[in-house]
DNA sequence: TAGATTGTTAATCGATTAACAATC
DNA sequence: TAGATTGTTAATCGATTAACAATC
């Protein structure tokens, strides 16, 4: 923890990057990395990498570079990844279904504890673990089980109504893949925005010019 | 396009933010705006709006603001938007089919003309206009069909080999959903990458500091 | 003309890079 | 000890914000 209190957003943004690098050179059984060389790895600057971990503590050793667990354990625990935040999604469509059987939540901080829908098609269908529910039953599910952020897979015109539900639950993180501007209304909330339609223009931008 | 050339990825990244914010103004019939309303919307200062919106000249007008359509146009030519840049699904798993079936690509710049796939049991299967085709088609398709881009959607330890066929029939331009460093082999590559776990990382960081 | 709001320059702020003394 | 590499300070670079003259 340490000097964590003034980490910057670039800072942080950075981190999830370094983490995978560091997984992935402890799967190789790499105890030990240089900046050089985890720079080289990661196409930035041997500063960067040294500025960048130092916030959070020396953690290298002059002479020999940085232990790949400690590193990655220590970022492990400044992200949070051992948390089990409690999840529940809304929206089993497409995307959200894809999300549910793709993300490895219990190695990203969370747990997946639910699924909503107002499709009844496709309620009372099984989702990997889970079982999709109505969303009627939002309000009941939240009373009985603690829930920590909404994963919103709905569309942009549906999320209002939905959200101000949740909100009123207590709900105050959110995975946001629709393209509602959550903190518009709720201020407080924290939000992560997912626009893949973003970065599909930018790669668009960058195949123009 | 004048002062086009400088434009700085900073600014790129937040284009398509502007032009959805004008998108919807436009569709509410809103024909001008000023910096300092659009910024308050966007939250953001009036001071980036203007900066950001002068880099490829001036289409403001002093003492009235903006013209919301000519903007949101100036906007879509610049990202590129206008173009059917032609690309292909490689991988129609869970999340392949979501992107197929909730990408506006028509609107973004593109037209997804192709889709392939190895698992058996899904080629033949309809995906939109699409069929899903063997991934052992890909040269023969490529061949027939000018290709711009290819969309990654298949795991990370089965990129390589799909990547490096990809590279030899030309395509440069990547739309990368998998962890795959795919810069990191072809270095004229011009990817852009999506890594959801990142974001969901970032949004356990901040649910927990 | 008076009021509004841009375009643009200058000031500030923050992030990245370079450099090197500390030290393993 | 000599070599390597960090931690950290200082220099540079770029991005954001403030301010205001230009002008519609």
Redesign the interface.
């Known amino acids: 923890m340490s000097k964590?209190d003034s980490i910057s957003m670039s800072v942080?943004?950075r981190?999830?990057?370094y983490?995978?690098f560091l997984t992935e050179l402890e799967e190789r059984k790499t105890d030990r990395i240089s900046s050089t060389r985890l720079a080289e790895?990661m196409?930035v600057t041997a500063s960067q990498v040294r500025q960048d971990l130092n916030c959070f503590g020396g953690f290298g050793q002059q002479g020999y570079g940085y232990s790949v667990s400690q590193l990655r354990q220590e970022i492990q625990k400044?992200?949070?990844?051992n948390?089990h935040?409690r999840a529940i999604l809304i929206g089993a469509?497409?995307?959200g279904?894809?999300?549910a059987?793709?993300?490895?939540?219990r190695n990203?901080?969370?747990s997946l504890i639910g699924c909503f829908e107002t499709d009844s098609e496709k309620i009372g269908e099984r989702l990997g673990e889970l079982t999709v529910q109505s969303e009627d039953r939002l309000e009941e599910f939240c009373e009985n089980n603690r829930v920590?952020?909404a994963i919103m897979c709905i569309p942009r015109q549906n999320v209002e109504a939905t959200l101000d539900r949740l909100y009123a639950l207590g709900i105050r993180?959110f995975?946001n893949f629709s393209?509602y501007d959550i903190?518009?209304k709720y201020r407080d909330a924290?939000v992560?925005n997912?626009?893949?339609?973003?970065?599909?223009?930018?790669?668009?931008?960058?195949?123009?010019?």
Chains 1, 2 share one sequence.
């Open positions: 964590n942080i943004r981190l999830p990057r983490y995978r790895i196409n400044i992200l949070g990844l948390n935040y469509g497409n995307f279904t894809a999300i059987k793709h993300i490895d939540f990203l901080g969370f920590d952020a993180s995975w393209h903190n518009a924290v992560e997912v626009h893949l339609s973003d970065s599909l223009m930018t790669l668009c931008y960058r195949m123009t010019n």
